[in-house]
């Protein structure tokens, strides 16, 4: 038996700033329900800790370290059967610098 594959946008969204990407994730929100579209889901996924240890002295005292971390925040959004108003509109949406955006089909 075939099930036909239901289409939808996903939307991911990665940034080191929670705030740029929740900002991000509020003006795609809002461009999809100015067209009629209430069809959408909104996913956040696990941040991701990178950790790295340096040397404080270059050649003793190899015990003094100093740790640094950069979090890169994730969203998703699912856009479930979208129109061609959409697709055009958010492949013309103007986002703040710093944020990462794939767009799936």
């Known amino acids: 038996m075939y099930i036909a594959k239901q289409q939808k946008i996903r939307i991911k969204l990665c940034a080191y700033d929670h705030r740029i990407l929740n900002i991000s ?10 067209l009629d579209e209430e069809s959408y889901s909104l996913v956040p996924l696990p941040t991701k800790r990178r ?8 050649h003793v005292n190899k015990d003094a370290r100093e740790h640094f971390e950069i979090r890169t925040h994730q969203r998703l ?6 129109s ?6 958010l492949l013309k949406i103007d986002l ?10």
Not at 51 to 58: N, Y
Not at 96 to 105: C, F, H, R
């Open 25 to 34: 994730c509020d003006k795609i929100i809002a461009n999809i329900k100015q």
């Open 51 to 58: 950790i790295f240890c340096v040397l404080r002295s270059p």
């Open 84 to 89: 061609t108003n959409v697709i055009d509109s």
């Open 96 to 105: 703040p610098a710093g944020v990462d955006v794939e767009i799936k089909l």
């Open 77 to 82: 959004i699912d856009i479930y059967k979208p």
